[in-house]
């Protein structure tokens, strides 16, 4: 009876640990399911303002203009580069590369009078280099086509250097089989290429124009209409 007695003491005791056990396992799995949302949540929304604050920054507006030269959508190009800025900018580097080709070993003066007597042809010069820009800058931009959007404006550190100061930002390639360097203006919430380092352009066209710049330098012709 003893024995009995122990058995039906046993079994109260069982039953009771099943008890227990079933709410705690249950607590558990509702406590990592609510913080999973949580966590779940929290992530999305700050990926979310990351995003949004990516959509302000040069790389992803350099992006934009990727995506856009690539599809052949030329408004949103047109939109996202100011030409006439690009244009100015431009203009030294043809006469630097004038001088360099033709100039060399010439008097500082008469360097220095290159530039003045430029200016007659400058809308010549201008004119042409409006025409020929915007296909570098395709050209240019066109080279980072193989680089997914999303990668180029969140792992932009891997693919650019990107400096900003103020409202102006410097834009250089990172890969060394990418040739490409822009200045950029801040626009809004977007940023426009207002400049563009291009050496085999600026040659190109120095080699135009360039000779018979440096040769009315040298000749004094012009001098005294500057």
């Given at each position: ?166 409202d102006t930002a410097t834009v250089r390639s990172r890969l060394p089989e990418h040739n490409f360097e822009v200045r950029m ?25 360039g000779q018979e710049i440096v040769a009315i330098a040298i000749n004094g012709t012009g001098s005294s209409k500057s």
């Amino acid at each position: 009876m003893g024995k009995n007695v122990i058995e039906i003491e046993r079994f109260p005791a069982t039953n009771a640990d099943v008890t227990l056990k079933r709410p705690v396992w249950k607590t558990v799995a509702v406590t990592a399911a609510i913080t999973f949302v949580a966590v779940s949540a929290i992530a999305a929304i700050a990926s979310y303002f990351y995003w949004q604050h990516l959509k302000t920054t040069p790389q992803y507006s350099l992006a934009l203009i990727v995506d856009a030269a690539k599809r052949d959508e030329q408004a949103t190009v047109n939109e996202l580069v100011d030409i006439d800025r690009v244009v100015d900018d431009f203009l030294p580097q043809i006469i630097d590369r004038a001088v360099d080709l033709y100039g060399r070993g010439l008097p500082q003066e008469t360097i220095e009078r290159v530039a003045r007597i430029a200016a007659p042809v400058m809308p010549s010069v201008k004119s042409r280099a409006r025409d020929e820009l915007p296909g570098a800058i395709r050209q240019k931009t066109a080279s980072f086509g193989n680089v997914p959007f999303a990668a180029m404006v969140i792992g932009a550190d891997k693919y650019l250097d990107v400096s900003v100061a103020g409202d102006t930002a410097t834009v250089r390639s990172r890969l060394p089989e990418h040739n490409f360097e822009v200045r950029m203006k801040k626009s809004g919430e977007r940023w426009k290429i207002a400049g563009l380092r291009d050496e085999e352009l600026a040659t190109r066209i120095a080699q135009r124009i360039g000779q018979e710049i440096v040769a009315i330098a040298i000749n004094g012709t012009g001098s005294s209409k500057s």
